[in-house]
């Protein structure tokens, strides 16, 4: 029961903080409506009719982003669990997980799908890379081995 639980609540931390961030930083970014974030996200399946979508493709795109962050969750409890290494190494194994989401949704969903892909620029690799380390990828460690080993 614990690795649901962490793998839930990770899922949800890693992807509320990964969500704030993203809202936060690219609407300033590159000029965009907030809106435009989680559409973004809906064009994954929508493809560009996520942008006339309005909020109905808003919420479709928070829902694909939770659902995505959760099953990554899961994912990293499982790793946590089978070895003793990464939950005692939360914080490096929360980086390393972080450039790994990053880079599995670049070069695998993100092509996958019917977004418009395209290679980031330098920074926007760099801050792509930071929101994944450190808002998504270290708080979901530290909740994953909250929830796992809650006396230790």
């Known amino acids: ?24 930083v690219y609407p300033a970014m590159y000029k965009i409506p907030v809106i435009r ?19 109905t493709a808003a919420a479709l795109g928070v829902v694909l982003h939770f659902f995505i962050a959760v099953v990554a969750g899961f994912a990293l409890a499982f790793a946590m669990k089978a070895s003793a290494r990464l939950h005692r190494m939360a914080i490096a194994t929360g980086a390393v997980f972080g450039v790994a989401v990053y880079y599995f949704m670049q070069k695998i969903v993100l092509p996958l799908s019917q977004t418009l892909v395209r290679e980031p620029d330098l920074t926007a690799l760099a801050i792509g890379l930071a929101i994944h380390i450190f808002i998504f990828g270290v708080p979901m460690a530290l909740v994953a081995r909250r929830f796992l080993y809650p006396k230790g």
Do not use: F, H, N
């Open 37 to 55: 974030i989680p559409q973004s996200i809906a064009s994954g399946v929508l493809g560009a009719d996520a942008y006339e979508g309005g909020a």
């Open 1 to 24: 029961m614990s690795i649901v639980k962490a793998g839930l609540a990770s899922g949800v931390v890693g992807g509320a903080l990964d969500l704030i961030a993203a809202c936060a």
